[in-house]
């Protein structure tokens, strides 16, 4: 029975070690900053109309505070006539902030509040699209969504599963990380290229008015200046009276 015992542990070390082998072998993290070269988009937008949008996505922020602590801005927006019509900007489909200190749900990052208030107007029966739940689940591959900062994993994975056309974000999450912020050192166009079996080939756009998207990120953990309309007291940033 003693020698029994041996044997069986011995084995069970042996494939324990060879199923960690064969994790790390399927999901070996790459460098943050090596976890691969973002697509290039296929519209070929202007960067007037790629800076419009991404001033919208972070204006977004201003519905909860002037100064926001988390300002994680998005905007979803349809591109179709941009492509053929450089002078058109795109239709703006709805935004979302941020909202998990307020609603108590730690999941509702930026794009994830706007994935619930777009598919909530695509779908209404009193809005313009009127879709069906079908209908809606295909617009969505026609999307782009704008977003403050590159999406944290759980995001980049909805906006996988959701087939988007394209993610065009400021900030990125190693500039988050270098602002103090705390992330999971998971770049979004990993996942996207880890998403190969879902059939989705959302491409990505990065850096889009990066700098300017860095200042709503660079007061919360550092001593950047406050956004317009605030200023500093008791060591953070507040609305202006």
Not at 106 to 117: C, V
Not at 126 to 136: M, P, R
Not at 169 to 196: C, K, N
Request: aromatic residues 8%; glycine residues 6%.
């Amino acid at each position: 029975m003693y020698f029994r015992s041996i044997l069986f542990s011995l084995i069970g070390a042996v494939l324990a070690r060879q199923h960690a082998s064969h994790h790390s072998l399927l999901f070996k993290q790459l460098p943050l900053q090596d976890s691969g070269t973002a697509n290039t988009s296929s519209n070929a937008l202007p960067s007037s109309t790629r800076a419009h949008w991404m001033r919208v996505a972070s204006s977004a922020n201003l519905a909860i505070s002037a100064c926001p602590f988390a300002p994680y801005g998005t905007a979803v927006v349809n591109h179709t006539l941009s492509v053929s019509n450089s002078s058109e900007l795109g239709e703006l489909i709805c935004t979302g902030v941020n909202d998990n200190h307020q609603s108590g749900n730690p999941t509702l990052h930026g794009e994830m509040a706007a994935f619930g208030n777009c598919s909530r107007i695509l779908t209404d029966p009193e809005e313009k699209y009127k879709l069906s739940a079908q209908e809606a689940r295909e617009a969505w591959k026609s999307f782009s969504l704008y977003t403050t900062a590159e999406p944290c994993p759980m995001c980049a994975s909805a906006i996988a599963w959701a087939g988007l056309k394209e993610v065009v974000y400021g900030t990125s999450i190693q500039r988050l990380i270098e602002l103090g912020w705390p992330q999971i050192e998971i770049g979004s166009q990993e996942v996207f290229d880890r998403a190969w079996r879902l059939s989705s080939e959302t491409q990505v756009v990065e850096d889009v008015l990066a700098e300017e998207m860095d200042q709503w990120f660079g007061w919360q953990f550092r001593d950047g200046e406050c956004p317009d309309g605030c200023s500093r007291r008791n060591g953070t940033c507040v609305p202006e009276e």
